[in-house]
C-alpha cells in the first residue's frame, strides 16, 4: 500500500484538537515564573537598587520644579516606595499596551484556515485585530461624549469625531474580514462576541496613553496629534506580532521597550519630566490639580508676604472671621515638615493672568478639604433632552 494521503491544507484532522490559547495557564505560568524570581531574589541587593533608582526619579522629579527639599531623610525613606510605585505602574502600563493581543489570543479568534491567515496577514497585520482596535476605542469615545453631552459639559464633540471615525472604519474592516470565515450562524455568533471580548481589551491601551500623555490641564494640539501617532504605532505593534509568541514573552518585551516610549514621547512634547512627574502624583507627594488648604493664619501671612506690590489672589482668603486662613493651590512637594505649594497670581482681574507663586508652608496645620457634589444635584440644573427628563 501506498503512504496515505495528507489532509488538504486548512482542513483539520479527525481527533485532533485544534492548538488553542488557554489564557487561564498562561496566566498560571507568568505566575509560577514570577513566584521562582521572588523565591531566588536577593532582597538586601534588591532593596537597595530600588532605593537607588527611587532616588534618582525623585531627584529628577525635583530637578523639574527646582526644589530640594531640605529633609533628605523623607527623601531617602520614601526612595523605595516611590521605585516600587514606579515598578509596578511600568509593569501595569506594559500589560495595558498589549491587552489587545492578550485579549485576541484568548478570544480563539485566531483559530483560522491557513488559506484565511495568508489573506488575513496583509503586509504583516492581522486586519481583525486591527479592526477591534479600532472598534473598542472608537467606542468607548462615544460613550464619554455622551455621558459629556448628558451632563450638559463641554467639549463632547472633541470626544465625537474621532469616536465616529474610528468606530466606523473598525465596523467597516471587522464586516470586511468576517466575510472571508465560512461558518454557521451560531459560529458568527460566537465570532461576534469574540470580537466584542476583543474589543473591550483594545480599549486599555488607548485609555493608558490618554492618561500618561495628555496633560490635566492646557491640552495644546500637539499632545493630542503625539497621542493618536503612539496609539496607531500600539495598534501596528499588536496587530503584527505573530500569534506564536507566548504571553509572558510579550509581557517581558513590553515591560522592558516601555522605559524608551515613557522618556522619548515626553521629551519630544518638551516635557521630558513627565514620567517622574506621574511617578510623584502616584505616590501622593504632588497633587495632580489645584486642591483647596486650610491653613493656619500664620501660614496665611506667610503666603500674602511672597506677594510683590499690588499683586492679589483670589485663591488666598486670610480674613474668614477664624484661627483658619484658605488657599487654593497646587502642592508640588509634601516630603518633610516643609511643602512647596503653588499659587496663581491675579493681575488686571483676571485670576491667575500674572503667572504663579511658588513658596515653602510648614507643613504642620495644614489640612485638605474635598467638597463632594451629590450628581442628582449637579445635574439638577441640565437638561439636554428636548422631551425632558424623567
Known sequence: MGE??????????????????????????????????????????????????????????????DYVPPDLTSVIAASA???????????????????????????????????????????????????????GPGGFLLFVAFRMWSDCKVGWMYAVT????????????????????????????????????????????????FWFLIPQESVQWLDLIMLLLVWLCMVYVNAGLTRELPV?????????????????????????????????????IRDQIP?????????????QSGFEAGQTSADLICDTGSEWGSVKAQVLSNLGDRWLIEVFVDAGGKPGGGGSLRITIPGEGVQTVRRMVPKAESSASCNPWPWGKS
Open 4 to 65: 496515505e494521503s495528507k489532509p488538504a491544507t486548512g482542513a483539520e484532522v479527525p481527533g485532533e484538537q485544534p492548538n488553542k490559547v488557554d489564557l487561564r495557564a498562561e496566566v498560571l505560568d507568568i505566575s509560577n515564573r514570577v513566584y521562582r524570581l521572588l523565591k531566588d531574589a536577593p532582597w538586601v541587593g534588591l532593596g537597595a537598587v530600588l532605593t537607588a533608582m527611587g532616588a534618582a526619579i525623585l531627584y529628577f522629579y525635583f530637578q523639574s520644579i
Open 81 to 135: 516606595a516611590v521605585a516600587a510605585l514606579a515598578f509596578a505602574f511600568m509593569l501595569l502600563m506594559a500589560l495595558f499596551l498589549i491587552a489587545p493581543r492578550l485579549g485576541f489570543q484568548s478570544s480563539r479568534l485566531s483559530e483560522a484556515t491557513k488559506a484565511t491567515e495568508s489573506a488575513r496577514r496583509l503586509w504583516g497585520l492581522d486586519w481583525l485585530l486591527v479592526a477591534c482596535q479600532l472598534i
Open 162 to 209: 474621532p469616536g465616529v471615525v474610528f468606530f466606523l472604519f473598525g465596523l467597516v474592516g471587522w464586516i470586511r474580514e468576517e466575510r472571508k470565515e465560512r461558518c454557521s450562524f451560531t459560529q458568527r455568533v460566537k465570532r461576534f462576541g469574540r470580537s466584542l471580548w476583543v474589543a473591550f481589551w483594545s480599549v486599555f491601551p488607548f485609555i493608558a496613553l
Open 248 to 284: 509572558w514573552v510579550l509581557a517581558f518585551v513590553g515591560f522592558m521597550l516601555l522605559p524608551a516610549l515613557l522618556i522619548s514621547v515626553p521629551t519630544f512634547l518638551g516635557r521630558p519630566s513627565l514620567f517622574p512627574t506621574r511617578v510623584a502624583e502616584l505616590s501622593g
Open 291 to 303: 486642591s483647596e488648604l486650610r491653613i493656619p493664619k500664620s501660614t496665611c501671612s506667610l503666603i
